[in-house]
């Protein structure tokens, strides 16, 4: 059976007398691939901020491996990219990942060999000694993204993990992610790229802040009768306005 490691709840945000979020649902189930899709400012970063535990909801309740969220106790079993990148630019790649690593208690060989690996996957082992300032914008995707996965999270959330970076490592990275996945590690992903959210098992379409679908990627189209996720995006209402 398929096990529930994600749980949100009529969730509701609002900043101020803005709300961004309205009545949200969803599960997600251990070794998904699950894609968060809605065009900018549908609300896709704000619930995957409350679902890694960084904010809070105002109201509604979020459960990540079944511990009510945010809790300092799943920290080490969720990787979190963030979609600004949270680096320190005056060190080195191997300084970031040092630091990222130790927070993640890893230590030794173990520490050297996961840096090693990450790097590779991302394909950063040729700078890994150059301070970061002097990355490019995709190169501090790739690091960050490195950073997420150096731990070995169960549950990994990804905001846009792959804007900025060229189709051949995008698709290296997808296919990491569906490695993962088919290895048991849950993962959340957001994106406005059509054919990214074909890539997901499944979808929840997101817009001015309400959850207009939900359903695997076969589904959607089916129950909208298009050949493509964006159509089906588009039958839901999904444009922006
Ligand atoms: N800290 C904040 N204070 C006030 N409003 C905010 C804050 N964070 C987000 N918002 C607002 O919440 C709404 C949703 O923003 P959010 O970043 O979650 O959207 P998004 O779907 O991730 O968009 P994008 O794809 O552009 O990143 C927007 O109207 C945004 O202006």
Redesign the pocket.
């Known amino acids: 059976m398929t096990s529930l490691q994600i749980s949100v709840s009529d969730v509701c945000?609002s900043?101020?007398k803005?709300k961004?979020?309205s009545e949200i649902g969803v599960n997600v189930f251990k070794g998904e691939i699950f894609g968060?899709l809605?065009?900018?400012?549908?609300?896709?970063?704000?619930?995957?901020?409350m679902i890694a535990g960084i904010?809070t909801a105002t109201s509604g309740s979020i459960k990540v491996l079944d511990v009510v969220m945010p809790n300092l106790k799943v920290l080490n079993k969720v990787g979190f990219m963030a979609?600004s990148d949270a680096l320190y630019g005056e060190l080195t790649a191997l300084e970031n990942l040092d630091f990222f690593a130790t927070i993640y208690h890893l230590k030794g060989s173990i520490k050297k060999e996961r840096i090693r690996e990450v790097m590779e996957l991302v394909n950063l082992l040729d700078d890994i000694k150059k301070p970061v300032n002097q990355f490019s914008g995709g190169m501090k995707r790739r690091l960050s993204l490195g950073i997420s996965l150096l731990h070995q999270p169960e549950i990994l959330i990804l905001?846009?993990p792959t804007v900025g970076m060229d189709p051949v490592l995008r698709q290296s990275i997808w296919d990491e992610l569906k490695r993962l996945s088919r290895n048991g590690t849950t993962i959340i992903v957001?994106t406005?790229v059509m054919d990214e959210a074909e890539k997901c098992d499944r979808l929840a379409m997101?817009r001015n802040?309400r959850l207009i679908a939900t359903g695997s990627t076969e589904e959607l189209k089916k129950q909208t009768g298009s050949a493509t996720i964006e159509d089906a995006f588009l039958h839901f209402g999904g444009a922006n306005r």
């Open positions: 945000k900043f101020g803005q961004v979020l968060l809605g065009p900018s400012g549908a609300g896709k970063t704000t619930l995957v901020k904010d979609q905001d846009e957001t406005h997101l802040g």
